[in-house]
């Protein structure tokens, strides 16, 4: 038994996860659905057409869940470092975002780039600062100035 | 006909059209030789420029891009052995191996020579067709639309190249992700969890470019080998081909443009499938079939005709039904809305001008590519070198900036990060994202259309048995998942045999 859990159970959970995220997805629809009325088939309500969708969801989530996936993942680089590369890329996007409108348009980029950058350790830092300032003004002489996206460049409003 | 063409010529050849007609295709060239950014990415990103143009030129821009990508897609398969997009996986196969015995030139020659002859031939198609179809069209009520988009689901997810299982719950996940938002009918608001930017439904650039742009990209990041450095040439001489090895390849491509047709214009499957469709048949039909796999021509001219043939095709549906042939023809017809075109029955009668030019420039593109990929090849295997590393943060830089101007809205940047980190779990777990996005964009229409022709039939299911248009693709419908089932209860049969 202690020996499956350690050799087996991985890959045993792993195969039936995307099941039951289709599981979980089809209960939300499902649950979330069933807060609107239903009507009747002549007149459908708002709620039937996710409820009937989420069903559905269910069905297929526990025939996955059931088999089991016998498609492996993509082999390559399995055991890559994730929690890096996952933090720099989406901590990228959340910071544009979060600085595009408050600090302008320069400071959102340049976090931007160089928070992405540091994804892969073989970008060094001269090449990032490098990569960031001309992404920077390029981006502003193309988006805002040229295409008048409405951004300033500058910006502070907290 | 002709004399509309010809207008549409005209159309097509005025400075600016011809302009951002030859941007749309190089740029197309651009993303498609490049692995890890496909014409998905480029399109979106491209997005909020098309929004300054005027909507004739924002399309040929827009579907320069989509169709240009099929022939750079084929440069890194031959090269490199690793497929500019997925449509071009399959002509890794036979492509490295003819580069390895120093034959890459005229690989890539014949690649450009299929591309272009199965694309024009499907332009052809497209001319004659079209109208045709709108005009058939016109008969259609609810319960029609609904069965064909069913049809265009239920194709798109179980022909798909993977599981069919995945496909489909990708399919309906993607329907039921289409409800969120204010309904039509009552105006309640559905599953908007309390977030006022959700009350007119998810954006569908944030999801596409979250699922396709980030999702990739995370997944080239983190699992991706970088082969930089390599060093390619390819000079013009190497390109010619022995006249024995052209003779032998004109039923090829006319096998492949034939699937590829068939595919692109089925609602709902793309170039990817048709590919690997082509590739297969011509395995099966091949004297020696023991050739393929170790440099066969064949097997690179007939699944890039077919790709090219199915790109062109897939606009006979999008444009004469308003049903995208594939996930990227449901952003560019996500564009077309954006600019106050709907696409549709009454769409090539109403702006028969934007129909036509669109068909001319469609011509005018793909000898624009010929000339791109077969004395210009050389500057896009150069670009070839450019480590992964360098181009992932610029990438980025450009969907969140196009992302963020479509409404000029952080929100919507938010939104994409989140979506990337789904794509990226999807990709790893195997369920594929094209069947969601084309689902997200049908669902809500379908919805539409089954809720009005339950109504019309007062709450009777018949009537989608009753009318015989109908009736046709429910039977064509069934025909294809059951053809699945078997196939994949074969396969599973097969499994134990194959092991011992």
Not at chain 2, 186 to 206: C, H, K, P, S, W
Not at chain 2, 256 to 264: E, I, L, N, R, S
Request: one cysteine or more; charged letters at 10%.
């Amino acid at each position: 038994m202690q020996t499956w859990f350690k050799t087996r159970a991985p890959g045993f959970l792993r195969a039936r996860a995307g099941g039951a995220l289709v599981i979980a997805a089809g209960a939300f629809f499902v649950l979330g659905g069933m807060q609107h009325e239903l009507g009747t088939l002549r007149r459908m309500g708002p709620g039937a057409f996710p409820v009937a969708l989420g069903l559905m969801l269910l069905v297929m989530g526990a025939a996955l869940t059931l088999v089991g996936d016998d498609q492996q993942p993509p082999a390559n680089g399995a055991q890559a470092p994730v929690l890096r590369p996952m933090l720099c890329v989406f901590g990228g996007i959340i910071a544009f975002a979060f600085l595009a409108p408050r600090l302008g348009f320069v400071p959102a980029t340049i976090a931007l780039m160089v928070s992405s950058a540091l994804a892969r350790p073989e970008n060094t830092p001269l090449f990032i600062a490098v990569m960031a300032l001309a992404m920077a003004f390029l981006g502003w002489a193309v988006f805002v100035v040229g295409l008048g996206v409405p951004l300033f460049a500058f910006a502070w409003k907290w | 006909m002709l004399d509309q063409l010809l207008t549409g010529f005209g159309t097509a050849l005025q400075g600016q059209a011809l302009l951002f007609c030859l941007i749309g295709v190089t740029l197309g060239t651009l993303v498609g030789v490049l692995p890890g950014i496909g014409a998905m990415a480029a399109i979106t990103m491209s997005l909020p420029i098309t929004f300054y143009l005027e909507p004739t030129s924002a399309l040929i821009m827009l579907a320069g891009i989509y169709y240009g990508a099929q022939y750079g897609s084929s440069v890194a398969s031959i090269l490199l052995n690793i497929p500019g997009t997925p449509s071009a996986a399959v002509i890794c196969l036979d492509g490295y191996p003819l580069s390895r015995q120093g034959r890459a030139g005229v690989a890539l020659f014949v690649s450009a020579m299929a591309s272009f002859i199965g694309g024009t031939l499907a332009i052809l198609l497209l001319m004659f067709f079209a109208p045709l179809l709108a005009r058939l069209a016109q008969n259609f009520a609810s319960p029609e639309y609904f069965t064909i988009m069913l049809l265009g689901l239920i194709g798109a997810s179980t022909l798909s190249v993977g599981a069919p299982l995945k496909g489909v719950a990708m399919t309906v996940l993607g329907v039921a992700l289409g409800t969120v938002g204010t309904d039509t009918t009552t105006g309640e608001l559905r599953f908007t969890l309390g977030i006022t930017q959700f009350y007119d439904g998810l954006n569908i650039v944030a999801v596409a470019m979250g699922l396709f742009g980030v999702g990739e990209i995370l997944n080239n990041v983190i699992h991706g080998q970088d082969k930089s450095g390599q060093q390619n040439r390819v000079t013009f001489r190497s390109m010619i081909p022995e006249r024995r090895e052209i003779r032998g390849l004109g039923f090829p491509i006319l096998r492949g443009t034939t699937v590829g047709a068939v595919m692109g214009a089925l609602p709902g499957s793309g170039p990817t499938i048709a590919s690997f469709m082509s590739y297969a048949l011509e395995k099966k039909v091949a004297r020696d079939p023991s050739r393929f796999g170790r440099g066969a021509l064949e097997g690179i001219a007939a699944p890039e005709a077919s790709n090219n043939s199915a790109v062109q095709a897939g606009f006979i549906p999008t444009l004469s039904l308003g049903l995208p042939g594939d996930a990227i023809l449901a952003v560019l017809m996500g564009a077309m809305m954006i600019h106050g075109i709907v696409p549709g029955p009454s769409f090539i009668t109403q702006h028969g001008d934007i129909f036509w030019g669109l068909i001319a420039s469609f011509w005018i593109g793909n000898v624009l590519l010929l000339v791109l990929n077969i004395p210009m090849i050389g500057i896009w295997v150069r670009l070839l070198s450019i480590p992964y590393r360098v181009m992932y943060p610029a990438m980025l830089f450009f969907i969140c900036i196009g992302v963020f101007a479509i409404a000029n809205n952080a929100f919507d940047v938010w939104q994409t990060a989140i979506w990337g980190i789904i794509g990226y779990g999807m990709i790893r777990t195997g369920f594929p994202a094209a069947p969601l996005l084309l689902g997200f964009v049908l669902g809500p229409l379908m919805e539409e259309h089954l809720k009005r022709s339950l109504l019309m039939a007062r709450g009777d299911f018949g009537v989608f048995i009753d009318r015989p248009i109908s009736a046709t693709f429910l039977a064509i419908t069934a025909g294809i998942v059951l053809f699945t089932l078997i196939g994949a209860l074969r396969r599973r049969q097969s499994t134990p045999e194959d092991a011992a």
